[in-house]
């Protein structure tokens, strides 16, 4: 926690094994969708949508017990889950530019992050520029280059929603990361999880990640159906 407030985010090595990361990966690439479909109309970048929907592959990633004791530190009970991606990055992809998780939610900085990113990286080619301890900067740009960050296949980073990062061109072999963002409870999150997966894959679900997709009350009674919480729906 100490060097996560003093950086803005953390490595965690070894929490996948090789031969999960190698059976997460066979799983999911056959469901990425064509490149050019991401923001950045980016002919070297494959994305899957609605990954719940699609597969079971990441279920364990989403609430793996290490990354939700810290989450459980850092947001408010009830916390939820924002967005999950599934992206790979080939060679020639060009650089993300610098940016923060927050910059959605309209509130001026410095301030406590709102939001949790967590990057699977299941590839050694997977690479990230960091400014680190920028998490706790006014509302200014980067004006320096960042520091690069190569997270180990089978690890899970932590960032801020205040950290600025991007991505440095790939120049090496294809890179395929699993990223789950998580938000406080009474923000609006980036993917409508209670339309889609829907219950019916939610029932498929932990109890844990149900109440992180929204089948969950934050008090007093942000989150109600018809008047009641919205486990009912599974009774």
Known sequence: MSALHRDGY???????TPDTCSRIRAELTPLLGPAGRDPYRSRHIRRLYGVLHNTRATDP???????????????LPNYLLSQLEVVEVAPGAP??????????????RPRPALSIAALW?????????????SHRWPSRHPATPGAPLTPPPGSCTLFLGTLWHGRP????????TVTAQYCEPWLRTREAFTLSPGRQVARQLSNRTRRMLGYSIHPPDTGLVDGMHPSRLFS
């Open 95 to 108: 650089a993300r530019p610098a940016s923060y998780d927050d910059q959605r939610y309209p509130l001026a």
């Open 10 to 16: 953390l490595v965690m090595p070894d929490l996948l």
């Open 121 to 133: 990286a299941l590839d050694p080619g997977t690479t990230v520029t960091v400014w680190p301890g």
């Open 169 to 176: 061109p790939q120049s090496a072999a294809p890179s395929l």
């Open 61 to 75: 990633l989403i609430d793996h017990p290490r990354v939700l004791a810290l989450l459980d530190r850092l947001l």
